[in-house]
């Protein structure tokens, strides 16, 4: 890499044909990459590269920006990206989840998960850890700061099982998690699972099941910051819906094992929900705003314009809107317009509208650092 005077964040865009990188200063395309089928993408951890979760394996997209701090000042590197030569075998190529320097990668088709150091994910000689989680089945996994890991348990027909391992030996284990999905790791190291019936949450070494208002509430995504305690989540209650479209939203504290509803009056899909700079909770919803909750409070403090109004996608691999936030902007694809929006989350206002491919249904964005998340 040839060292620069700075680097900006870059966004990757995949959608119909392949992929797309984007300056997100300049809205210049930087580079490009022909590959056909539906890709996934998924943050590395090291603010540099993309996992991608590619049928039966995950590849590694290089960005090609790099920031390395060194005391009061950084030094900032440019290289070539594009699709490195790495790939990692995996059948049913599943979650990517990212936490404390160490990336988790889930083989649905296996149930098993391997764990390496974000920082090597891209070193053809990197140590991964595997665990196997007994059976093939949709789940995910995650490394806590103390070596413990967290893993769902289950099979092809119905998963309701979160284990903790520590050493490599089973610690705890809940039944309590039907059609568990989705996983975020709050402050405290305190983690929470979705349900069909009210989250589990990880905590001070034991699980703890949070009651829900309705007999079916289902949370299947969920958002995290790392110095708040309160987890968001989607909120639906109609079983077997193939489209709800939800209008509310939890906020989970992960202290007392309860969770507030926040009524949102515009509906949402899965892609909809991330997490401020301060811990702000966001959802980008069907009438184009981008919301802003207290998570303390549970109640709405803005809701900027941001993109056209829309409806969530028949199949969920259709583009349809996406919501990531990275150093205090938020970045949101409109499918309706093919542009990349860019929201100063400080100032609350749109700051950049840029053009993308159309078709664009996955996003990612780095900066060349690690600590954007």
């Not at 392949?18 to 089928?37: F, H, I, K, N």
């Not at 030094?75 to 160490?102: R, W």
Request: charged residues 20%.
């Amino acid at each position: 890499m040839t060292e620069v005077d700075s680097v900006g964040p870059r966004a990757l865009l995949a959608h119909d044909g392949g992929l797309t990188l984007l300056d997100t200063e300049s809205g210049d395309a930087v580079a490009t990459v022909d590959r056909p089928g539906f890709l996934r993408l998924n943050d590395a951890g090291d603010g540099r590269h993309i996992v991608i979760s590619d049928g039966d394996q995950f590849l590694i997209y290089d960005a090609g920006i790099l920031a390395e701090a060194h005391g009061d000042h950084a030094h900032y590197y440019e290289g070539i990206p594009g699709l490195t030569d790495i790939a990692i075998g995996a059948p049913k190529a599943g979650h990517v989840v990212t936490h404390d320097d160490h990336t988790t990668l889930f083989a649905d088709g296996t149930g098993i998960a391997v764990t390496v150091k974000s920082h090597d994910i891209a070193d053809r000689d990197a140590t991964f850890m595997e665990h196997d989680t007994g059976n093939a089945h949709h789940g995910v996994a995650v490394q806590l700061r103390d070596g413990t890991m967290l893993s769902t348990a289950g099979t092809s027909e119905g998963r309701t099982t979160v284990q903790a391992f520590r050493d490599h030996k089973m610690i705890a284990s809940t039944d309590a998690c039907p059609g568990v999905h989705g996983e975020a790791v709050a402050a405290d190291e305190a983690a929470v699972f979705g349900c069909e019936d009210g989250p589990v949450i990880w905590r001070d070494d034991a699980f703890h099941k949070v009651t829900a208002a309705d007999a079916y509430a289902r949370t299947g995504n969920v958002a995290a910051h790392p110095d708040s305690a309160v987890v968001l989540g989607d909120y639906k209650t109609i079983a077997g819906a193939e489209a709800e479209h939800p209008t509310r939203v939890v906020l989970i504290d992960t202290l007392t094992a309860s969770q507030t509803i926040v009524e949102l009056g515009s509906a949402y899909w899965f892609r909809s929900l991330a997490r401020g700079p301060e811990g702000e909770a966001l959802i980008l919803t069907g009438d184009g705003s981008l919301r802003i909750v207290d998570p303390v409070t549970a109640q709405q403090v803005a809701a900027v314009p941001a993109i056209s109004a829309w409806t969530e996608p028949e199949e969920w691999q259709q583009p349809g809107p996406v919501l990531k936030v990275v150093d205090g902007f938020a970045y949101l694809t409109d499918p309706a317009t093919d542009e990349l929006v860019v929201i100063d989350l400080e100032r609350q206002s749109v700051v950049e509208r840029w053009s993308i491919p159309a078709g664009t249904g996955e996003l990612a964005v780095v900066t060349g650092s690690a600590g954007e998340h």
